[in-house]
T-cell receptor
């Protein structure tokens, strides 16, 4: 069974810093990996999706990388802003027949103005 | 295009009552998923449908939980009877396709969730 760990569970940094959020997984046989953002009382917004054949994806100030062999993905946020404050979740499709996402518990990010 | 729409946004009810959560997926999406989010366990898949047919309900915690999808634009998740430990945020998500169907580039789109409190 796939297990997903996100470290740190919470992070607080001053505005303007570059930061890295980490996601590790136990089963490298994944089809794709998604990074989501969740704002309080809201649903999940898909930020980036990396297919298993890809190494990274970029969108604006966000860059996500995938290293299946080591079971790791990182989300890099450049020049952080207070509006980036949210919980960030990684999730993946794995094998085993189940066709849904397996989620980590998220990193709660606070960007201090 | 409208996103995934869930109702109600909040539900507070007493133990033993029947609860029905509703979801309208994005038009054209063939897959619909129900997830539950708790502080202890995070987000967990409960059940998913393909073309209105339930495919995998192994995540449904007990027989008290049931889900239906009578047509391509509507799904319900029902809890009867409800218990305090069912309190959580329930999310519905939809996607055009999935990796097992041959498409690994299709993201899931989530609704805003239903926050359920069972007293």
């Amino acid at each position: 069974k796939q297990e997903v760990t996100q470290i740190p569970a919470a992070l607080s940094v001053p505005e303007g810093e570059n930061l890295v959020l980490n996601c590790s997984f136990t089963d490298s046989a994944i089809y794709n990996l998604q990074w989501f953002r969740q704002d309080p009382g809201k649903g999940l917004t898909s930020l980036l999706l990396i297919q298993s054949s890809q190494r990274e994806q970029t969108s604006g100030r966000l860059n996500a990388s995938l290293d299946k062999s080591s079971g790791r993905s990182t989300l890099y946020i450049a020049a952080s802003q207070p509006g980036d404050s949210a919980t960030y979740l990684c999730a993946m499709y794995s094998g085993g027949g189940a066709d849904g996402l397996t989620f980590g518990k998220g990193t709660h990010l606070i960007i201090q103005p | 295009d409208a996103g995934v729409i869930q109702s109600p946004r909040h539900e507070v009810t007493e133990m033993g009552q029947e609860v029905t959560l509703r979801c309208k997926p994005i038009s054209g999406h063939d897959y619909l998923f129900w997830y539950r989010q708790t502080m202890m366990r995070g987000l967990e898949l409960l059940i998913y449908f393909n073309n209105n047919v339930p495919i995998d309900d192994s995540g449904m915690p007990e027989d008290r939980f049931s889900a239906k999808m009578p047509n391509a634009s509507f799904s319900t998740l029902k809890i009867q009877p409800s218990e305090p430990r069912d309190s959580a945020v329930y999310f519905c998500a939809s996607s055009f396709s999935t990796p097992l169907a041959g498409f690994s580039n299709q993201p899931q789109h989530f609704g805003d969730g239903t926050r359920l409190s069972i007293l």
